[in-house]
Structure formats: structure tokens, C-alpha cells
């Protein structure tokens, strides 16, 4: 089931740990309006931008994932509001960079990137319905290059 043009649940719930884990990770029904929100206001217009197909690394958590991978019960991964990601071939510093300038958001986080190493981490983008802070974190041993250390 597509939850927007591009992406499906399977990717949204998709987790190695999970699998492993034994955990199901299927949201309930309640969260696909979040679900098709963040992948509409997110992933989409980054997948349009960049032209490059990609999969979302980590998207909804259920509270048992979320607490295996040690996140914080508060994590907008839990109500389908965040999501993980990389695009093949484009810098992960680029992308922030790109969500940061074109996209309104919740919070975007750039996660342990190096300077460098141009697909080290990933990005972090929540979306939420309102009261969106555009706030822009960095996280990790990074150099930020231009990316604030706390909210812009
Ligand atoms: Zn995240």
C-alpha cells in the first residue's frame, strides 16, 4: 500500500532490529494520516527535487522498537511524524542544507556527520499538522558548516 506516490508502509515500517527482534512494527491505523503527512511534506518533495529513488532508513517506531534502539519515548518517529533518511549519491550535508532552505518542517537534524565523508549519518526531519518550529539541529562529532549546533 502506497502511503504517498513514492513511498510505501512497508518502507515506513521496515526494521532490521524489528525483524530481529521479533517486534511488530506495524503502526495502527490511527497513525497513517501522519504517516502519508510526513511522506508528503518530506520525502516527496525530496524525492522530486533530487530525482533519485531511495528508502527511508528508519520511519515509524513502535514504543518496543524505539526503547530496543534506546530513542526517547518522545520521539516523533513514535507518531509517524519522523523519519530517517539518505539519497544515493547526494551528501547528506547537501540534503539537510536543501530541507533546511526549501521545506517547511518541524525539526530537521543532521546525525553524526563528518566533514568529508559525504554519506556519513543521516538526515532527521519531523513534519507535524501545526505549530511547526523549523528548528535545526546538528548531533554528534560534526562540523555543522553552517548548520547551528541548537535551534536557528
Ligand atoms: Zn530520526
Redesign the pocket.
Known amino acids: 500500500m502506497y502511503i504517498s506516490p513514492h513511498f510505501t508502509m512497508q518502507e515506513a515500517c521496515k526494521s532490521a532490529t524489528a525483524v530481529r527482534l521479533g517486534i511488530d512494527n506495524y503502526p495502527p491505523a490511527l497513525l497513517l494520516p501522519s504517516l502519508k503527512a510526513t511522506a508528503q511534506n518530506i520525502l516527496e518533495p525530496a524525492r522530486d527535487h533530487f530525482g533519485v529513488p531511495f528508502s527511508p532508513s ?1 520511519f515509524y517506531r513502535c514504543m518496543l522498537l524505539n526503547r530496543a534502539i534506546n530513542s526517547s519515548d518522545e ?1 516523533q ?1 513514535r507518531k509517524g511524524q ?3 533518511f539518505e539519497i544515493p549519491g547526494i551528501s547528506n550535508i547537501v540534503l539537510a542544507h536543501w530541507i533546511k532552505d526549501n521545506l517547511d518542517f518541524d525539526q530537521l ?1 543532521l546525525e553524526f556527520y563528518q566533514e568529508g565523508d559525504p554519506t556519513s549519518g543521516w538526515v ?1 526531519a519531523s513534519w507535524t499538522p501545526t505549530g511547526r518550529r523549523n528548528q535545526v539541529l546538528t548531533i554528534g562529532k560534526t562540523t555543522s558548516l553552517g548548520l547551528p549546533k541548537l535551534s536557528r
Open positions: 528508519s520521539s518517529h519522523a523519519v530517517d537534524i532527521h
